[in-house]
């Protein structure tokens, strides 16, 4: 698993005109093949009648899967530019569709490059972009006694606090980055003077906007 990435916040759509052309960006994230040819599908039944519905994606932790079509334009001038949009962004698991509506000026292959790629960084800035870190989520046992003080050193630490669950005695689970699992150990030991109960627990993605 990747130690961290980036990829799109969320679905989201953003519309742009170009020499009275509609270009509308759908962008979403895609896990898998299956994801994005569906969702690339779906956007090509609502918009049946587009002149165009041009599309791009980007999968894997090594981007093994990629794939642009030009659904009509001419070749190169739309899927491409899209997705090298994707790979400048850094971007992950993303897929995006651009439906164009024709609006009678051609642009010629150097406009449609530029307009294409717009349409797509635009919506990137529009819905967003996320870093995806790779966390440990450490369980931390400890007394009643110590909850106040270990409470309120973590939420003044650069770690991330996930839950307190208050049982017979008190377990905090924090987000901690798998490269500072022994560090985070240490502190906590050094914190309660060696009165926790540490326990690694699994792996999650926690997400930052950026």
Same mark, same amino acid.
Do not use: C, F, R, W
């Given at each position: 698993m990747l130690s961290h990435y980036y990829t799109v916040k969320e679905y989201?759509? #953003?519309?742009?005109?170009?020499?009275k052309s509609r270009f509308i960006a759908y962008i979403n994230r895609a896990t898998t093949v299956e994801e994005a040819e569906t969702f690339i599908q779906?956007?090509?039944?609502?918009h049946w009648n587009a002149t165009h519905n041009c599309s791009a994606y980007l999968i894997?932790? @090594?981007d093994q899967f990629q794939k642009a079509n030009d659904d009509g334009e001419p070749s190169g001038?739309?899927?491409?530019?899209?997705?090298e949009v994707l790979k400048k962004k850094g971007l992950k698991d993303t897929v995006v569709v651009v439906t164009r509506y024709f609006g009678g000026v051609k642009l010629g292959a150097g406009g449609l490059v530029r307009a294409y790629g717009k349409a797509v960084s635009e919506g990137l800035t529009s819905i967003g972009i996320v870093e995806r870190k790779l966390m440990r989520i450490m369980h931390t046992t400890i007394d009643y006694t110590l909850l106040g003080k270990v409470e309120n050193e973590l939420r @003044? $630490?650069? /770690? $991330?606090l996930k839950?307190? #669950? /208050?049982?017979? @005695?008190?377990t905090?689970?924090? /987000?901690?980055?798998?490269s500072e699992t022994n560090q985070f150990k240490e502190w906590m030991v050094?914190?309660?003077?060696?009165?926790?109960d540490i326990i690694k627990g699994s792996t999650t993605y926690l997400e930052t906007e950026l």
């Open positions: 989201g759509e #953003h519309e742009i005109s170009i020499q779906d956007i090509k039944k609502k894997g932790e @090594n001038t739309a899927g491409v530019p899209m997705l @003044n $630490s650069h /770690y $991330s839950e307190i #669950h /208050y049982l017979e @005695n008190i905090i689970d924090t /987000y901690v980055l798998e050094n914190l309660t003077n060696g009165k926790a």
